[in-house]
Every structure is written in structure tokens, then in C-alpha cells.
Antibody, heavy 115, light 111 residues
């Protein structure tokens, strides 16, 4: 069955960096464009970034532009999010999602930014 | 860019039906949207994509009780024969060439 498994979350100090990973299985990863979506504690869903199926096109929310970088490795069926210059307001559960004729969601990984 | 508006809350009785609304901003009434369900403490789950015509395609395992429809800028998610497990937050989402947007979500309470 379809699985998206995020990893790499944790506690980091303001200004620090983290790299999230998302391992995909059960569907043709290279056919799907992929997104990162986050949810701050008690809040709604917020789109963060997406990448095209080939990896040639990327887009970012204004709130993370210049600080976050999305990438993918289709051979490894993996999606990544490099997060630099982290701020307290980046604290959230981060989900990866596969977007195609049908969408798939991972279970999320928690990122906490605090001194 | 598009904006999606949802009511913050809704409630309905066990076994009844409820219709949730997602409204697209002016100039974006032709956009396709997606509906996602988030049960308490869980990750979101894809329910369906819904076109302006009202046609939709549901995700694997989504019960027949869930259906979609549309009228102009409004997109609806109807849940019939409400079950206790339908108590959840429901988010609509849309996208264009360079952004994706979520509505604020509707918290559905099953009485």
C-alpha cells in the first residue's frame, strides 16, 4: 500500500538548521509532484513548498522563501526539505504529500524551534 | 492568488447528513479543489478532488457516504449517514501555477 514516512524532525535552537526526509513507497513516485505542508500547534494546514515530478520546478510560501529548500531523488523515492535560519514560528508538524490524480499524506514529523 | 473560505464549525446528529461549504474567491470559481479530512490527533487524509462541474474522484477507501458537488464559486462536501468517526476537521485546498492554498478548516461535531 501507499506509504509516505517523514523523518528528521526534532528540537532546534532559533537560527539553526534541520533536514527533513520523506520516504515513499507503493506508488510511482516519479510521476507525482510533491509538497511539504505544515501545521502549527492548534492551527490549520499551511502549504510550505512543492516540487515538480522531475524536480525542475520548485515553489515556496513567502514565509519560508530564501530559508527552505525542497529537493527530491526519484531513484531513491525520497523527498527532502532543508530548513535553515529556523524561527520560533516554524514550530509545527511537517507533512509530506504526494499530489496527482489522488493525493497521499505522510504521518508527519514534529519540528520544534526553541531556545 | 485564490482564497478559500470555510465556516469554522458545523454540527449534525449521528445518522443524519451534513453539507460543508468551501467558497473560492472572486475570479477563481473555475478552480479544482481537494477535500481533506483530519481526525483528532491524526494526519490529514485525502478525500476527493472536485471540479467546478461537480464531478469528483475519491481516494481509495473513502466511503460512499462522502460525496462532492459544486455551484459557481461554492464547493460542497456532503457526508450522509453520519458516523462518530466522521467527527474531524475538514480542509479544502486549491492551487495554481506557483502556490497552494488551504481553507481555514471546518470542525465537524457529530452529536
Amino acid at each position: 500500500q501507499v506509504q509516505l514516512v517523514e523523518s528528521g524532525g526534532g528540537l532546534v535552537k532559533p537560527g539553526g538548521s534541520l533536514r527533513l526526509s520523506c520516504a515513499a513507497s507503493g506508488f510511482t513516485f516519479s510521476d507525482y509532484y510533491m509538497s511539504w505542508i505544515r501545521q502549527a500547534p492548534g492551527k490549520g494546514l499551511e502549504w510550505v513548498s512543492y516540487i515538480s515530478s522531475s524536480g525542475s520546478t520548485t515553489h515556496y510560501a513567502d514565509s519560508v522563501k530564501g530559508r527552505f529548500t525542497i529537493s527530491r531523488d526519484n531513484a531513491k523515492k525520497s523527498l527532502y526539505l532543508q530548513m535553515n535560519s529556523l524561527r520560533a514560528e516554524d514550530t509545527a508538524v511537517y507533512y509530506c504529500a504526494g499530489r496527482g490524480d489522488f493525493d497521499y499524506w505522510g504521518q508527519g514529523t514534529l519540528v520544534s524551534v526553541s531556545s | 492568488q485564490p482564497v478559500l473560505t470555510q465556516s469554522s464549525s458545523a454540527s449534525a446528529s449521528l445518522g443524519s447528513s451534513v453539507k460543508l461549504t468551501c467558497t473560492l474567491s472572486s475570479g477563481h470559481s473555475s478552480y479544482i479543489i481537494a477535500w481533506h479530512q483530519q481526525q483528532p490527533g491524526k494526519a490529514p487524509r485525502y478525500l476527493m478532488k472536485l471540479e467546478s462541474s461537480g464531478s469528483y474522484n475519491k481516494g481509495s477507501g473513502v466511503p460512499d457516504r462522502f460525496s462532492g458537488s459544486g455551484s459557481g464559486a461554492d464547493r460542497y462536501l456532503t457526508i450522509s449517514n453520519l458516523q462518530s468517526e466522521d467527527e474531524a476537521d475538514y480542509y479544502c485546498e486549491t492551487w495554481n501555477g506557483n502556490t497552494q492554498v488551504f481553507g481555514g478548516g471546518t470542525k465537524l461535531t457529530v452529536l
